[in-house]
């Protein structure tokens, strides 16, 4: 079963760019079948689509965060990455990358465990 | 952005109860509308896809309902590990939204 796992800085400084990486192990990102995704979520509070990648390099974003936000992929290291600039402390939040499953009806079936970022001078 | 409007917030009951939980949609979404647990620390975990489609290894007394706008999750026979938070999302347009969230306790 493929695993998803984050990493990167817990604490960004206002105004600076959050950089995250997500791990892809014991499967392949090269695939026809799935995108690949970040969602975060504020502490206590709900989910929020970042967006998503293909292994082509195809993005989708959301359009609340798409003058900031940056989703790429290193097929060869087997990993995607987020970059969000100009953070603030709106950005704090655990981030989570996730499958989505296009070829069936678009869920998220598989989650790495979450990384915390805090925003913070 | 296609609105989801979940509810209840939270929801009271004891273990071998039945709970459904409500999700609907400011548009149609056809089945593109999941469902998932998260429990506290943990990401969220894919119960039900496509409305109704029980995901791999996910208990049978969770089942989906629902089509377009209004969709529904029962649990039934709760067991003690299903207390958690219960999420809905589309994947009909983007950007991709959730449900706010219904939190289910222990009475």
């Known amino acids: 079963q493929v695993q998803l796992q984050e990493s990167g800085p817990g604490l960004v400084k206002p105004s600076q760019t959050l950089s995250l990486t997500c791990t892809v192990s014991?499967?392949?990102?090269?695939?026809?079948?799935?995108?690949w995704s970040w969602v975060r979520q504020p502490a206590g509070k709900g989910l929020e689509w970042i967006g998503r990648i293909y292994t082509s390099g195809s993005t989708n974003y959301n359009p609340s965060l798409k003058s900031r936000v940056t989703i790429s992929v290193d097929t060869s290291k087997n990993q995607f990455f987020l970059n969000l600039k100009s953070v603030s402390a709106a950005d704090t939040a655990v981030y989570y990358c996730?499958?989505?499953?296009?070829?069936?009806?678009?869920?998220?079936?598989?989650w790495g465990q979450g990384t915390t970022v805090t925003v913070s001078s | 952005d296609i609105q989801m409007n979940q509810s209840p917030s939270s929801l009271s009951a004891s273990v071998g109860d039945t709970v459904t939980i409500t999700c609907r949609a400011s548009l149609s979404l056809s089945s593109h509308l999941h469902w998932y647990q998260q429990k506290p620390g943990k990401a969220p975990k894919l119960l039900i896809y496509?409305?109704?489609s029980l995901e791999s290894g996910v208990p049978s007394r969770f089942s989906g309902s629902g089509y377009a706008t209004d969709f529904t999750l029962t649990i039934r026979s709760l067991q003690p590990e299903d207390f958690a938070t219960y999420f809905c999302?589309?994947?009909?347009?983007?950007?991709?939204?959730f449900g706010q969230g219904t939190k289910l306790e222990i009475k």
């Open positions: 014991s499967g392949s990102l090269i695939t026809d079948t799935y995108y």
């Open positions: 999302q589309q994947s009909y347009s983007y950007p991709r939204t």
């Open positions: 496509a409305a109704s």
């Open positions: 996730a499958r989505e499953a296009f070829q069936r009806f678009g869920e998220l079936d598989v």
